[in-house]
């Protein structure tokens, strides 16, 4: 896992989630063609969750929709990421109730 990934997760795992994107979005800028798409779910994620700690319920809903066609593809797991369980969280996701990310 690169160092911007496994920074990314860290903040996630934290609560961080500003900047758990702006370190996922740097892991994507530098990724593969085929990293991609995962890296982006991952960024929605944590836009997702950061849009509702700020009670943006709309911004957050259409992150969750994102993250979760982006993220499908790798399912069950990828680069160490259970996928299939950060899905479930992001489907079982109710606004403003978010439940902490394990990832």
Known sequence: M??????????LRAGEYFAAHEALEDA???????????????VHVAVAWYQAGRGRRIGCERQLEKAARRL??????????DVAALL???????????PPLVL
């Open 2 to 11: 690169d160092a911007d990934l496994a920074k990314g997760i860290e903040l």
């Open 28 to 42: 994507w800028r530098a990724a593969a063609a085929d990293e991609r798409d995962f890296l982006q779910g991952l």
């Open 72 to 81: 499908a593809p790798y399912v069950p797991e990828h680069r160490g990421v």
């Open 88 to 98: 479930a969280q992001v489907e079982a996701a109710r606004f403003p109730e978010l």
